[in-house]
């Protein structure tokens, strides 16, 4: 479903890259981990993805299609993106801002409300209580929620997810990450979520792509990175889940 082939972008005319020689694939329906320490490539390799940045080479196919033959507006419109400032125009309702971009394709109002309310509700915001507040009037995690429920608007068969749980507080990031497991496998949304998390990956990817200076050390899934880190810097992101496992174990036991 999303295919990037030798992808590599420099900033400064080649003489140093953000992201190099990336190779990854996702199929359909699975959720993809980029997962990196700061200035790794992570968000310039998804935002490669639905052309909010050109790669300076390589190729990108999203369902089949070279993306570079696609209009880039037209192209996000078709994959839901979701990332850790939301941004959410601050004097429309929360309904309004869910719905915006079907407001835009001429969808009609009474269409766009019951659309709003049904993702609302799915995100567990009750459209009752919360469609026309404004985003000033929610928590960080409501808010976030309001980002799925918009990302979800346009029925997207891609995500894109870039720190989407980074800015929140743990038991809200649980109970998120565990909503958006749930959202995803029922709609069969195929995703990439950006992550400096490894806990948050090993919970919610089927592959991992651990990326390092712009390069990816190491594609797995978490059980296989788990069994064989495979190199240092991926085994020593895995000792702190793993250390937190076993003392949560034996406090427990
Ligand atoms: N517009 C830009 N111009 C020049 N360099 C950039 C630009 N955007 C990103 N970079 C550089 O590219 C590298 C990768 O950045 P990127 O944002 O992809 O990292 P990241 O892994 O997402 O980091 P973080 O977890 O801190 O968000 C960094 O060295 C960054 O400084």
Not at 13 to 33: C, D, E, I, M, W
Not at 64 to 81: A, C, H, K, N, S
Not at 113 to 139: F, G, H, K, Q
Request: no cysteine; net charge neutral.
């Amino acid at each position: 479903m999303i295919e990037l082939q030798d992808i590599s972008k420099s900033w400064d005319g080649g003489r140093s890259f953000a992201v190099k020689n990336v190779s990854l694939q996702v199929p359909t329906g699975k959720v993809l981990a980029l997962l990196g320490g700061s200035g790794s490539g992570k968000s310039t390799t998804v935002k490669m993805i639905n052309r909010l940045i050109e790669p300076t080479s390589g190729r990108i196919w999203v369902n089949g299609e070279d993306i570079t033959q696609q209009d880039p507006v037209q192209l996000r419109r078709r994959i839901g993106y979701v990332f850790q400032s939301i941004g959410l125009l601050p004097h429309m309702s929360v309904a309004d801002n869910v719905t915006l971009l079907l407001k835009l394709e001429g969808v009609p109002a009474a269409e766009r409300n019951a659309i709003a309310n049904r993702l609302l509700d799915m995100v567990d915001l009750p459209s009752a209580t919360y469609a026309n507040r404004r985003p000033s009037e929610l928590s960080g995690g409501q808010r976030q929620r309001v980002g799925f429920a918009r990302a979800l608007a346009a029925e997207p068969k891609v995500m894109l997810l870039d720190e989407p749980f980074g800015a929140l507080d743990p038991v809200t990031r649980d109970t998120l990450q565990i909503e958006f497991q749930k959202i995803q496998r029922s709609l069969g949304l195929t995703a990439v979520i950006v992550t400096h998390d490894m806990a948050e990956a090993l919970l919610l990817a089927d592959v991992i792509a651990v990326m390092n200076e712009g390069e990816v050390l190491r594609i797995g899934s978490p059980r296989e990175l788990l069994q064989n880190p495979g190199d240092d810097y991926v085994a020593r992101l895995l000792e702190t889940p793993r250390r937190h496992g076993e003392l949560v174990r034996e406090l427990s036991a």
